[in-house]
Every structure is written in C-alpha cells, then in structure tokens.
C-alpha cells in the first residue's frame, strides 16, 4: 500500500471496469458453480473428506471472486466545512427593563453573560461557524460592545419574524447550513407569539428543522402597574348605553386596593376600585357608559402611578371614540289638529330615520266631547308634562312645538320651562311653527324657553293676505332652504312654491339668522322674518312663523308637476338642527384617531363651498389643542386641491388627548369650522408589559427541539445541535489491491490443492 | 237744585256702580294678562269640509256636513269653519281642502277623466275622501256606481272592510260599531294608499245622522237605533275627521296600553 502525505483520508473501493450489474451476474455465477460442487461433494462417505473439499471449493470461489471485483484502495484529501450556528439577541425596547437588584438592564445581563462564555464559544467556533445578530424586528449583526453600550430600543418585539429571517439565510444561499439557534430574550412578542404558540405560529417553528434554545432574561419580580388592554367598540350611538372594559395587571401590588378612573377629556366619567389578589393579578374592570354628544371623543383609563414602578408611562391609555346618532327622536308636541300637524306628521312617520313621539292636545276644558263617562268613552290620556318635558326629555334630539300654546291652565308648562330652555343651551335643538297658539294673539309667552327663540312676536295681530316667503341673501346659501342642488336652482323653486295664507309678526332677537322673509311686510323698518334660525349655547333653534307650509306638500300638487321641496326642507331642517355632519361646509378628520407614542398626527380637512360643491384652493388652519392645558401647542396651515382637500401633520406631541380645530376661508369668504379629536398614546405595546414570557421561551424550544434556559446562568450548557460537520472530497488516487503475486499464487494453490484431493478421492 | 248738582245727578244715572265698575276693571286686567281665544289665519287654519259637486244628486247632506263641522268644534281643541264648500271634482281648489265629502242620493254619473285624473291626485298626496251613500243602497243605486267609479280612480287599491281595530274607531270616541242615519251595513270600507285610507266609504249615510233644519232639529230619522244610534253616528263623523287630522296618532305605541285598558 502506497500512502502519501498530501492524502488523510482511505477507503477500500472496487477498481474493476465492469458494470455493477455484470459484477452482480457473474458473481452469481461462481456462487452457483461453487454450489453445484458442493452438491456433487455430498455423497462423500468421509465426513472429513467432504469437509476438506468444500472448504478449499468455497476458498477457491472467493479467490476468484476477488479476482472478479479487483479490489483496490483510494487514498483521498479531504476538507471539513463547518454548519452555522445562530446567536439571537432580542433588541426592543422591553430589554431595557432593569433584570437584577445592581440596575443592569435584561440586554446588560445578556451581553455579560456573552462575554463569560466567551471562551466556550471560542471552542464551539471550532466545529460550528458562530455569528450574533440583533432583532429589533430587523436581523442585523452584533457586538458584545454594542450590546453593551447601545439601549435597545426597537418598537416591536417579533420572535418568530427573526427565526425565519435566520433561517432564509440558509435558503438564500448566502450563509451555511444552520445547526442551531440560541435565542436571547424577555419572550415579551407582541406580534405572531403573542397569544402563545398554536396553530399557524406552532407549524411555523416547527418548519424551521432547526433546534432553538433560548435563554429568557428579566425579572419577575419588577413591580408595576399597567392598563394592558381596554376593550370597547370603535362606535357608539347617543344615548346608548356602552361598556368598556379594561385590564389592568399588577405585579407586586398583591392585597391592594387601585383606583381606576375613565376620563373624556379630561373630564372625569366614571371611576371604579379593584382588588389586586395577588402579586401577579390581572383584574377587568368594567364601565357603563352614555354619551349625550354625537362627535369623536378621547377617553382615557389611567391608575395611579406608584414609586419604584417599573415603567410609568403604561399607567394610563386613550382610545377614541365616535358617537353617531341611530335614528333622529322626535318630540312633536301640537296645541291643536290643523293640516299643517297633518302634513308634517305624515313626513316624520314615514322617514326611517326618524323616531316620533308625538302628543296632541284634542281637547281642552272647555270642548265639551257630550260623554257621560269620559274615561271609558274617549280615547284622550293624560298629557305626561313631566315625563316629556322633564324625566325623558334629554332622550329627544329636535323637540317640536307646532302651534303649541295654551290657554287652559291645565296645560301650563312653566315650571319646565328652564328645563327646557337649559336643554336647548346644552345642546338640545328646537323648532316652534307658527299659527295662532304660538306667535300669534293667542300665544301664552314662555319668559324662560322664549330667549332660545331665534324670533320673537311682536303682539300685532298675523296677517292673514296671501304671500309668497321671499329667500334672503343668508336663505340662498343655508342648507335648510336648499330645496334643490344649486343656489339658483334652489332660488327657481322657492320662487315656484304656492303662496301661503298668511304670517305671525315676529322680529329676529340679536345674532339670529333670517332665512325666509316677506317681500312686502316689515317689521322694525326690516322684513318681516317667516324663517329664523339660531345657535344657543351648544344648542340650535329654528322659528317658523307660519302654519302653512302643508301647502308645498299639498297645494303645490294641483297643477300635477309633483316636487320634494317640503320633504326636502323639512328634511334639511331637522338634519340642521341635530347637526348631521354632511350639511357641514368644512369636514375635519384626524388620521388616524389614535397615535403611537412618537409619530405624527395627521389631520384631513374637507371643505365646501356654501353650495356645498368643493372649495378648491381654501385657505385651512388647523390648530392641536392640549386637552389637558387647554393651550394651542401647534398650528398648521395648507391648501386644498381641486377635490376640497387638504392634509396637514404635527411633529409628534407628548402623550395625551388632543383637539385638532380647523377653519377654512376662500378668499374673503368664511367656509366654516370643525374640530375632531386625537388619541397620542402614551405607550406602545413594547412598555406596556414588563413580564418575562418564560412559558413562550419555553414552548419555543420545546417545539423546535432545543432546551430553554434562564439567565443568570454559569457557563455555556450543552446546546441540542444538528449534523455532524459535512466532509467534503478534494484530490483522491486509487491503489490496486488484486494485482499483487501473492493473491494470484493463493488462488493457483487454491484450485490446484482441491483438483488434487478430487483426483485422489476419484472424482476426476 | 244747583246746575252743577243737576249735572251730577245726571252723571250719576249713567255712571255704573262700583261694583260692576269692579267687575270691568277685572274684566279688562283678565283680557289684558290673559290670552284672547285663538283667531287662526283664516280658513287655511280651520278644518272646512269641502263637497264634491258631481252630475247626480251631490248635495242632499250640505247641512249634515256643516253640524259635523259645529260638532267638532265644539267637542275637540280643533278650529273649524261650519260650512260646507262645494267644489268641481276637477276644481284646483280642491288641494286647499284635504278633507272632502262625496254623498250620492241615487245614481252616481261617470267621472269625466279630468275629474278621475284630479281626484287621483289629490288622494294620492295626502287628501282624504268620505264618501257617504244617501240613499242606503247596497248593491245599486249610488252604491252600484260608486264602486265602479272607484275602480276607475285607484285600481290597485279596491274597496277593503275596515277592521273594528283600526284607528277610526278610536281616534277621539273608543267606537265599536259605524252606524249612519241607517244600519243597514256593520262596517266601513276603505281605499287604501299605503297604511292610509285615502278613501272611506260608508253605505248607512252617515251624513243623514248629523243634518238639522232650519229649525235646528235633526231632520231625518234615525233607524233602528234611535237618537243613541245618532250620538253613535255625529262620534263616527268626528273620529274621521280626526283621522283625517291626525292619521295614525291614536295607533302610537304610548296610548296603546291606556287605551287597551279602557276597552276592557
């Protein structure tokens, strides 16, 4: 055998040309003739005789068939490539927590411990090729200086994210066979592995074929108190009761009693007390909310912030929410049947959008109905004053007083008047029709509800001459009085509309609107008003001094072109005075609602012309108002583009509730204001929690193979670790075995031995 | 006697005493503090029945409908004109009047398609029609061409049996039966536009019920009933115009369990 030193590896190998399968054939040949000798051999009486002959038959066949594969060595040079073994070390912002009683932050601990395996690593570099990459989420390579000197601070925290984008590595092509993973972190995933590892995420580790062992850093016993979830819907109707439930965790408050306050704005709403049982407790608390305002509101949920928490900012969190309206309710309340309750009846009872309470007054003490037992004979009930004008009353969005005046002393609503009034200046609307009842000679004077009446009268008897109500300047760009699409369309037809029967005398009280009026008839030297409208307080009001607008419902129909204008002015007027948020001009969204703790506050404004077309290159201001110091913080100016748009951002703010207030103006004309509200969030799911997963470490290994670990620990344990070292063949050279004399000279002896005793034993 | 004294005396015949001196000036504080009884705005604010003048005998009632008009306006808070307007069934006026009577003593002559035409709408947007058979008939007469003439004017909407139920019969007076001058029918029928009836058809003329004389006297008899079987019918004649007032009000879900109760 011939060796060589530029050669460390052997191996035996066949060197004969032929193919495997003549090998195969012709070894099955020499088996089946040494076993056809043999079988001849059997009737040799001498046991030793046919002993003797078989074996030297048998040896003889193995010469030959050694001759058949001509053996030979192959001398090879060989080299080993090492598999790769990953070092993860989790980067987010939750590493900062502090992990022992010296302060060290949980990636101080893990860069020491690093650094006092540093000598075992070195030996493990010998077999696996080691490399450290940080995950903040992206992979990307790592020192133990860095480790040491730099503070995580990455948003997320995605375990699963970082095990794959290791192992793409080794599909891409651009690293070496993985081995294993050893994964340093606080298991605190707020992405896939959050809610633990089932299901797709369970499958997804499991497709990794690689073992991961992690090592859990951080302390359990840090103390601190978090709201870790609230739940509530992202909408909520007025005046529907919702509920919002909120988690709040406590590690190390065990035994102890936590207030916890829901706020709107600074406001507080309601507030509830929990028991912590034990040291670690999740407790849900829930509050019963019913918001009064339609609008987007800010909430937020806080608990009391403790010395030696862990983390403050996760002591409080906001949310938005947006409160609609279901369906308009109405209370309509009539002094006495007419035509004109008729007609507007008919209207409100057909419109899906609205819900009608109504109550009539049929009879007043002095009708005399001609009954002996009125109970049992009248279908007349009481009039709940109380329940409308009073208990129920804030459950109403418009409340309708059409010709409802009394002279019946019974029916006297002066002890609700300030009710009243107050619930128009808080946000209530109210509209009065006109007839004889309201502003007419017969009206009673309501002193205390008459002061949120945009129009008052003025004692001189109505006029009862035919009139046709004329658009004011202020009428041609309402909404209300948009009868059609368009100023002038809207003008054509309040020209076209029938003439009414007369009017209430009444004049606008300062700041009031006037949006219809009398071409003919003045009052104070000015038109007499027909239409008025007002804001009161956070309240609106609007006064009809007629009681004939049944006539563009009925009247208008006798020449047979049929239109919608009463529909739709009764329409407009309702959806003004409950503030529908489509009659605005000017529409302002904050986008999004709710804002992560260092990112801008992006806000959209909408604007329309009065016609309500899109105002093309307005003029928007917007302002961000602190709710919590009621001071402007920042402003913000821009244009909008051909589709009345306009987006504006604030550099992020602080944490905290915002308004974000905008107005609008083209050129000299004022399009408007409107404001939204904007949640800034205090925390990010990274420092909301500030528990060590050591279940999900563990869960992690246990599904992939590995083992889990909790730091501190002493030395490097014995990591599970796949394949051997792949060996690789460069140069080789083959050394014939079968060629030498003496193999030749064994098989000549062989088969001459055995031809000889067979001669001598007679079978030759 | 002195002039001055002469004067006195004289003046003193024509002063009122203190006490109705009194009584005025309460008078005119109360009419001053108190409101004065309501004039609406003319006719437009009143319920005035309108009658529709056809080429049969349309106006053997006009007196019922006026004491319909009085009646209501004595019993409930409505302000009414005691009148009976007749108009041409093609009349444009006819959509200042939302209430209108249509009564036949004997044959009722085919509507003119201008006259089916205005009647059709002014049903169809919000007008109410009580139609009322003078005669009684059933089965002919104006019973007969008033059926047919109402299939001409809402063919989908035929005559149905008004339901003892509906709200008609509880709109002001809780009723359980539609007697007219005659019973001769149990029930009312209706032509109905969506839930509302548009038309209501009576075939006991109940406008027979309610007319008074010159005299002031009812004057026709009332059958089987009697003068309780009138009061039935003047209630029968102010619940429709109620309902004509108020459609559906008395059918709100907040009188529903009074008014239950009281049916008991």
């Known amino acids: 055998?011939?060796?060589?030193?530029?050669?460390?590896?052997?191996?035996?190998?066949?060197?004969?040309?032929?193919?495997?399968?003549?090998?195969?054939?012709?070894?099955?040949?020499?088996?089946?003739?040494?076993?056809?000798?043999?079988?001849?051999?059997?009737?040799?009486?001498?046991?030793?005789?046919?002993?003797?002959?078989?074996?030297?038959?048998?040896?003889?066949?193995?010469?030959?068939?050694?001759?058949?594969?001509?053996?030979?060595?192959?001398?090879?040079?060989?080299?080993?490539?090492?598999?790769?073994?990953?070092?993860?070390?989790?980067?987010?912002?939750?590493?900062?927590?502090?992990?022992?009683?010296?302060?060290?932050?949980?990636?101080?601990?893990?860069?020491?411990?690093?650094?006092?395996?540093?000598?075992?690593?070195?030996?493990?570099?010998?077999?696996?090729?080691?490399?450290?990459?940080?995950?903040?989420?992206?992979?990307?390579?790592?020192?133990?200086?860095?480790?040491?000197?730099?503070?995580?601070?990455?948003?997320?925290?995605?375990?699963?994210?970082?095990?794959?984008?290791?192992?793409?590595?080794?599909?891409?092509?651009?690293?070496?066979?993985?081995?294993?993973?050893?994964?340093?972190?606080?298991?605190?995933?707020?992405?896939?592995?959050?809610?633990?590892?089932?299901?797709?995420?369970?499958?997804?580790?499991?497709?990794?074929?690689?073992?991961?062992?992690?090592?859990?850093?951080?302390?359990?016993?840090?103390?601190?108190?978090?709201?870790?979830?609230?739940?509530?819907?992202?909408?909520?109707?007025?005046?529907?009761?919702?509920?919002?439930?909120?988690?709040?965790?406590?590690?190390?408050?065990?035994?102890?009693?936590?207030?916890?306050?829901?706020?709107?704005?600074?406001?507080?709403?309601?507030?509830?007390?929990?028991?912590?049982?034990?040291?670690?407790?999740?407790?849900?608390?829930?509050?019963?909310?019913?918001?009064?305002?339609?609008?987007?509101?800010?909430?937020?949920?806080?608990?009391?912030?403790?010395?030696?928490?862990?983390?403050?900012?996760?002591?409080?969190?906001?949310?938005?929410?947006?409160?609609?309206?279901?369906?308009?309710?109405?209370?309509?309340?009539?002094?006495?049947?007419?035509?004109?309750?008729?007609?507007?009846?008919?209207?409100?009872?057909?419109?899906?959008?609205?819900?009608?309470?109504?109550?009539?007054?049929?009879?007043?003490?002095?009708?005399?109905?001609?009954?002996?037992?009125?109970?049992?004979?009248?279908?007349?009930?009481?009039?709940?004053?109380?329940?409308?004008?009073?208990?129920?009353?804030r459950t109403f969005d418009v409340v309708i007083f059409q010709n409802f005046g009394y002279t019946d002393p019974a029916l006297s609503i002066s002890q609700y008047e300030d009710n009243l009034e107050r619930y128009i200046h808080e946000g209530g609307a109210f509209l009065m029709i006109g007839g004889d009842r309201s502003f007419g000679e017969g009206r009673v004077s309501f002193p205390i509800l008459g002061r949120a009446f945009p129009l008052e009268a003025t004692g001189l008897p109505a006029s009862v001459e035919p009139f046709k109500p004329r658009l004011t300047p202020e009428g041609a760009r309402h909404p209300i009085t948009a009868v059609q699409s368009g100023a002038s369309a809207s003008e054509s037809s309040w020209s076209s509309m029938p003439e009414l029967p007369g009017m209430n005398f009444t004049r606008p009280r300062p700041g009031a609107t006037v949006l219809l009026d009398h071409p003919g008839l003045q009052v104070d030297g000015k038109p007499a008003p027909v239409l008025g409208v007002w804001e009161y307080g956070r309240g609106r009001a609007a006064a009809l001094t007629v009681d004939s607008s049944w006539y563009w419902a009925f009247t208008s129909h006798r020449q047979g072109s049929p239109t919608r204008h009463y529909d739709r002015f009764w329409g407009n007027a309702l959806r003004w005075l409950v503030r529908d948020p489509d009659l605005t001009t000017l529409k302002v969204t904050a986008d999004p609602p709710s804002v992560e703790p260092g990112k801008p506050v992006g806000v959209v404004v909408v604007a329309r012309m009065p016609d309500y077309q899109p105002a093309a290159d307005a003029e928007v201001k917007v302002d961000l108002l602190s709710v919590a110091t009621q001071k402007v913080i920042a402003t913000q100016v821009g244009t909008t583009g051909p589709d009345g748009m306009a987006r504006v951002e604030f550099p992020p703010p602080e944490p905290g509730p915002y308004r974000v207030i905008a107005s609008a103006r083209k050129g000299e004309r004022p399009l408007g204001e409107g404001e939204d509200a904007v949640a800034v969030r205090a925390v990010g799911p990274e420092l909301s929690d500030a528990s060590v997963h050591t279940d999900l470490m563990e869960r992690i290994a246990a599904v992939t193979g590995g083992k889990s670990y909790r730091l501190p620990l002493s030395g490097l344990p014995d990591v599970p670790l796949l394949d051997p070292p792949v060996v690789e063949v460069g140069r080789s050279k083959d050394q014939p075995l079968w060629d030498r004399w003496y193999y030749l000279l064994a098989l000549v002896a062989l088969l001459g031995a055995e031809w000889f005793l067979r001669r001598r034993f007679g079978y030759v | 006697m002195t002039r001055r004294r002469y004067i006195g005396a004289r003046m003193a015949r024509w002063m009122p005493s203190r006490r109705a001196a009194l009584a005025g000036l309460c008078g005119a504080v109360a009419s001053a503090v108190w409101p004065r009884t309501a004039r609406a705005f003319g006719d437009s604010s009143r319920f005035v029945p309108a009658v529709l003048q056809h080429r049969g005998k349309w106006d053997a009632r006009l007196s019922g409908l006026r004491r319909l008009a009085w009646e209501l306006g004595r019993r409930t808070s409505v302000e009414m004109v005691p009148d009976a307007r007749p108009l041409p069934i093609s009349s444009p006026k006819l959509f200042e009047y939302p209430f209108v009577y249509l009564g036949g003593d004997g044959g009722l002559p085919a509507l003119s398609e201008d006259e089916v035409e205005n009647l059709r709408r002014y049903l169809t947007f919000g007008g109410f029609m009580l139609v009322d058979a003078n005669d009684g008939s059933d089965g002919g007469g104006f019973d007969a061409d008033l059926r047919r003439e109402v299939q001409r004017l809402l063919p989908q909407s035929p005559l149905t049996p008004i339901p003892s139920e509906h709200v008609i019969f509880k709109s002001f007076f809780l009723l359980d039966s539609a007697p007219g001058r005659l019973l001769r029918k149990p029930q009312l029928e209706s032509c109905n536009l969506g839930k509302r009836a548009a038309v209501v058809y009576s075939q006991n003329d109940l406008a027979g019920a309610w007319s008074r004389d010159e005299s002031g006297e009812f004057e026709l008899e009332v059958t089987p009933g009697g003068e309780s079987q009138r009061e039935l019918a003047i209630r029968l004649g102010i619940n429709l115009c109620m309902y004509a007032l108020c459609l559906d009000y008395k059918d709100d879900a907040v009188h529903l369990p009074l008014i239950m109760n009281k049916r008991r």
């Open chain 1, 1 to 393: 055998m011939t060796s060589s030193s530029t050669y460390n590896a052997w191996k035996l190998v066949s060197l004969s040309p032929l193919p495997s399968w003549a090998l195969v054939a012709l070894g099955a040949g020499l088996v089946l003739g040494v076993a056809l000798a043999l079988l001849g051999l059997r009737k040799e009486p001498l046991p030793a005789r046919r002993a003797v002959l078989w074996t030297l038959r048998i040896l003889a066949g193995a010469a030959a068939l050694f001759f058949l594969l001509e053996p030979g060595i192959r001398n090879m040079q060989v080299a080993t490539v090492k598999n790769r073994v990953a070092i993860l070390v989790d980067r987010s912002a939750s590493m900062a927590f502090p992990a022992d009683s010296e302060g060290r932050s949980r990636a101080q601990v893990v860069a020491r411990y690093l650094e006092s395996v540093a000598p075992e690593l070195q030996a493990l570099s010998e077999r696996f090729s080691l490399e450290i990459d940080g995950f903040d989420p992206a992979l990307a390579p790592l020192s133990t200086q860095a480790l040491n000197a730099e503070p995580p601070r990455g948003g997320r925290t995605d375990l699963l994210s970082a095990l794959r984008a290791v192992k793409a590595q080794e599909q891409s092509g651009s690293q070496k066979r993985l081995s294993g993973i050893l994964l340093f972190s606080d298991g605190a995933d707020n992405a896939e592995l959050q809610q633990g590892v089932a299901g797709r995420a369970r499958a997804a580790l499991s497709d990794l074929e690689v073992p991961v062992s992690t090592f859990a850093v951080g302390r359990d016993a840090l103390r601190d108190l978090a709201v870790e979830a609230v739940k509530v819907d992202d909408f909520a109707f007025v005046r529907n009761m919702i509920t919002v439930e909120v988690e709040v965790r406590g590690r190390g408050f065990g035994g102890q009693t936590i207030p916890v306050v829901l706020r709107r704005e600074g406001q507080v709403v309601a507030s509830k007390s929990i028991q912590l049982k034990s040291a670690d407790d999740l407790q849900v608390v829930s509050f019963q909310l019913t918001p009064d305002q339609t609008g987007r509101f800010v909430y937020t949920v806080a608990v009391p912030v403790f010395p030696e928490e862990a983390v403050s900012e996760n002591n409080s969190r906001s949310f938005v929410l947006k409160v609609i309206r279901d369906r308009v309710r109405v209370l309509l309340v009539v002094g006495r049947p007419t035509w004109d309750e008729r007609f507007l009846r008919g209207l409100l009872r057909q419109d899906p959008n609205v819900d009608l309470i109504s109550f009539y007054i049929l009879r007043t003490m002095s009708d005399d109905p001609n009954v002996a037992n009125p109970d049992r004979e009248l279908s007349l009930i009481p009039f709940p004053m109380d329940e409308i004008f009073n208990t129920k009353l």
